[in-house]
């Protein structure tokens, strides 16, 4: 079975930015959906973005709408998450998914492939 290696995070001071990664093992990504959840101490796993597999389509969580940007190459089998604004809020886990439809956030789950997760903290 395929996997997903995520890179990119780190800390950051508010208002920068980080670009994460995540890279299909073992597997093509192309014909799947791929998302970014979060996930910070305490709280529920929060979906942040999602990217449909060809025709672009991305639907964003209300708390990063107009600071992130997802984004995907295919003929690298990878995909991004760009982060701008960043602010304490943001700071959590950051896991990378792939589901094979493409779907509100809200509305559909998770599918079974997921990256190793990377932490994400924002403070000064």
């Known amino acids: 079975q395929g996997q997903l290696v995520e890179s990119g995070g780190g800390l950051v001071q508010p208002g920068g930015s980080l670009r994460l990664s995540c890279t299909g093992s073992g597997f093509t990504i192309r014909s799947y959906a791929v998302s970014w959840y979060r996930q910070a101490p305490g709280k529920e796993r929060e979906g942040v973005a999602i990217i449909s597999a060809t025709s672009g389509m991305t639907n964003y969580a209300d708390s990063v709408k107009g600071r992130f940007t997802i984004s995907r190459d295919n003929s690298k089998n990878t995909f991004y998450l760009q982060m701008d604004s960043l602010n304490p809020d943001d700071t959590a886990t950051y896991y990378c998914?792939?589901?094979?439809?493409?779907?509100?956030?809200?509305?559909?789950?998770?599918?079974?492939?997921w990256g190793q997760g990377t932490q994400v903290t924002v403070s000064s």
């Open positions: 998914n792939a589901q094979e439809y493409y779907c509100s956030l809200k509305v559909c789950p998770p599918g079974d492939t």
